[in-house]
């Protein structure tokens, strides 16, 4: 039997070879909480550990090849306000690529991440979390893809005026008209439809309409934890026939059921404060440490996080997994993934479960890069459409004015 040792060297030497896809970090908002984009005060090309989860040695270290950057925007914001934040997102983003050029390589294709890999970049794509950020607008949309913008979250917590969030009460029973042209436009784009944060209504009514794979950036296996925020097993299941990758998170009240009772006491505590439950300042930073050292917090750990992908692996298939870490968008972390070199430690406990070579490749750059591929020739075959002219006036009859 290899040891923990021996299982750690084979792990990073096959992630040499295929490295990590990360669907899912929150760098850009963390920079923007925590210093208002000044970048040299956040400096990733050194050690930020006691700042944030991400910077660019640890990227190395945990052989990340290729990252999603989130260019998230708080459903609190609405109209013009979250179409500017988004756009102050993007050009984060673009500067970082931009200041450390030779670690990070701009990505917009399936070849691209290729490429960089090539190169020993880390390709750098940028995904929207939240449909209210397009502000109802078609156009939006496809400004954002211009943009660089491969994937947008349909939802982020709140349910918005076209689509159902998980962790909100449903308006719609899925989609709306609108959103399911929403969904028809971004397949004409090549824009992945992410499902994330979606509730599982919305996630069948996207897959119905849906004419390229789909993306699950950053969930987990209802059946293994039931929050709300993760995959049930009849969407997962339907994957094969769209092609998409549901990609597990860490996050640890998504993976470990005690650790799911534990938050809904902390967002309480939280809320009784007046404070959002996922405020990072220093003063919500405070009341959660006060909680917690009188409510222990529940550890999630690598195994954890492996059971979810066994269960997602049978569910599924191996060619629809992925992962996707939620750095810099959680204060806690499972024990020995708590920043983004981790990821050579989950895949030795993958090497220890008997995880073939060929199933992790998969798991860690090969399904990424195809489903992009796959939604690229989506929007290839549907090149010859008109872009959509549609409004949410016309298309949603009881759409209200002005209603978030």
């Not at 899925?174 to 992410?194: A, H, I, K, Q, S």
């Not at 692996?313 to 997994?321: S, T």
Request: aromatic share 6%; net charge negative; proline share 5%.
């Amino acid at each position: 039997m290899s040891t923990g040792d021996e299982l750690l060297a084979r792990a990073r030497e096959l992630l040499d070879a295929d490295p990590v896809v990360d669907g899912h970090n929150d760098l850009p908002w963390r920079l923007r909480e925590q210093v208002r984009y000044d970048l040299d005060l956040r400096d990733i090309a050194a050690d930020q550990s006691a700042h944030l989860h991400t910077d660019l040695p640890r990227l190395r270290a945990g052989r990340v090849g290729a990252q999603f950057w989130s260019v998230y925007v708080r459903s609190g914001l609405a109209g013009g306000d979250a179409v500017a934040a988004v756009l102050e997102q993007i050009d984060c983003v673009r500067r970082l690529i931009g200041r450390h050029p030779g670690d990070l390589r701009a990505a917009f294709t399936a070849d691209d991440m290729e490429s960089a890999r090539a190169e020993g970049r880390i390709a750098s794509l940028m995904g929207a979390e939240g449909g209210h950020s397009i502000a109802n607008s078609l156009g939006v949309l496809r400004t954002l893809y211009a943009l660089g913008v491969r994937y947008m979250t349909l939802t982020h917590n709140d349910t918005i005026d076209w689509a159902d969030s998980a962790t909100d009460a449903p308006r719609h029973g899925g989609l709306t008209p609108f959103g399911e042209e929403v969904v028809r436009e971004m397949n004409r784009l090549g824009m992945l439809v992410d499902l994330s944060h979606v509730s599982p209504d919305t996630m069948r009514a996207a897959l119905r309409v849906s004419r390229a794979p789909v993306l699950f950036s950053h969930s987990s296996a209802r059946a293994v934890c039931d929050h709300v925020r993760n995959v049930p097993d009849d969407v997962l299941e339907r994957l094969p026939d769209n092609g998409g990758v549901a990609m597990a998170t860490f996050v640890p009240q998504f993976v470990l059921p005690a650790a799911a009772e534990w938050i809904v006491g902390a967002n309480a505590e939280m809320t009784a404060h007046g404070l959002h439950p996922l405020d990072q300042t220093p003063q919500a930073l405070a009341v959660q440490r006060a909680y917690e050292d009188a409510n222990p917090r529940p550890v999630a750990t690598i195994g954890t996080v492996a059971d979810h992908l066994d269960h997602m692996r049978e569910a599924a298939g191996v060619d629809h997994i992925g992962l996707g870490g939620d750095y810099d968008g959680v204060s806690y972390l499972p024990e020995g993934l708590g920043d983004v070199s981790g990821y050579p430690r989950l895949f030795a406990e993958l090497l220890r479960r008997g995880w073939s070579r060929e199933d992790l490749a998969k798991l860690a750059w090969r399904n990424a890069v195809r489903v992009l591929r796959d939604a690229e020739s989506v929007a290839a075959d549907l090149r010859d459409e008109r872009p959509s002219n549609a409004s949410i006036e016309e298309l949603d009859a009881s759409a209200a004015p002005g209603r978030e």
